[in-house]
């Protein structure tokens, strides 16, 4: 009787501390027996527990690498897309200078043209 009791009070130790590798020895069918059955079944359940969140950290772990790789390319597509914006924000600006300036030598000319129509020698060769 103090033998399969001591075997049982040294598996739930080891259990205890995190060591499920050793198997618990169950001889006979009285209540020690039944009682490290029960131990049997709590270790078990211990290990698919442990199983699990192993399990569940891998795909955690796997699914933030991920999400940092997809960070990442969003990242670079953000910059990339700024660096297009502010290309394009210069060529706009550009261009208003060049409609501002293509506007006022519209305007020059047009004050050019009515000054030669208003011309004395331009009147007479009309006539």
Do not use: F, K, Y
């Not at 080891?14 to 709590?42: C, F, K, W, Y």
């Not at 897309?81 to 924000?89: G, I, M, V």
């Amino acid at each position: 009787m103090t033998r399969p009791l001591a075997r049982t009070v040294e598996a739930t130790g080891r259990i205890a501390t995190g060591d499920l590798s050793q198997p618990v020895h169950v001889e006979g069918n009285d209540e020690i027996a039944h009682m490290q059955r029960s131990l049997v079944h709590r270790q078990e359940s211990v290990r698919r527990l442990v199983g699990d969140v192993q399990s569940g950290s891998e795909s955690i772990s796997t699914a933030s690498a991920q999400i940092a790789t997809g960070n990442q390319d969003l990242s670079q597509r953000t910059e990339h897309t700024a660096s297009n914006l502010q290309q394009a924000a210069s060529s706009l600006e550009q261009l208003t200078g060049t409609v501002s300036q293509t506007a006022d030598s519209a305007r020059v000319a047009t004050q050019l043209a009515a000054s030669a129509q208003q011309a004395p020698g331009l009147r007479r060769r009309r006539q």
